[in-house]
C-alpha cells in the first residue's frame, strides 16, 4: 500500500505561478516513476509531467518551458513547479506513483485554478 498526500494548489490569475508538492509513504519499490496527471472537464486525464528515481523527465507539449517536475528521493517526495500558468491549465492535479512491476498509485488531487 501506498498514500500520496498532495499540496499547493490554489486559484492563482493567468501568469502567476504555484507550486504543487506530493509526498509519498508505504511499500515504495527502489525503482520507481512519480508523476503529476490533471484532468479537466470534458477531458480525460492526461500526463503532464513524470520524472524517474534517476532524474529522467517526461514533459506534455502543452506545459514545455513552463513546468518542472523534481524529486527529492530522500523524502519520497515529487514537485511540480508551475509557471505563466494559463487558464487553460485548470483541472485537478493528481500525483502518481508508478512502483516498477507493480502497481500506480493515486493522490486524492488538488484544484488548481487559473483565472484570466
Known amino acids: 500500500q501506498v498514500q500520496l498526500v498532495e499540496s499547493g494548489g490554489g486559484l492563482v490569475q493567468a501568469g502567476g505561478s504555484l507550486r504543487l508538492s506530493c509526498a509519498a509513504s508505504g511499500s515504495i519499490f527502489r525503482l520507481n516513476v512519480m508523476g503529476w496527471y490533471r484532468q479537466a472537464p470534458g477531458k480525460q486525464r492526461e500526463l503532464v509531467a513524470s520524472?524517474?528515481?534517476?532524474?529522467?523527465?517526461d514533459y506534455a507539449d502543452s506545459v514545455k518551458g513552463r513546468f518542472t517536475i523534481s524529486r527529492d528521493n530522500a523524502k519520497n517526495t515529487v514537485y511540480l513547479q508551475m509557471n505563466i500558468l494559463k487558464p487553460e491549465d485548470t483541472a485537478v492535479y493528481y500525483c502518481?506513483?508508478?512502483?516498477?512491476?507493480?502497481?500506480?498509485?493515486w493522490g486524492q488531487g488538488t484544484q488548481v485554478t487559473v483565472s484570466s
Open positions: 502518481n506513483l508508478q512502483n516498477i512491476g507493480s502497481g500506480a498509485y
Open positions: 520524472i524517474t528515481i534517476g532524474g529522467r523527465t
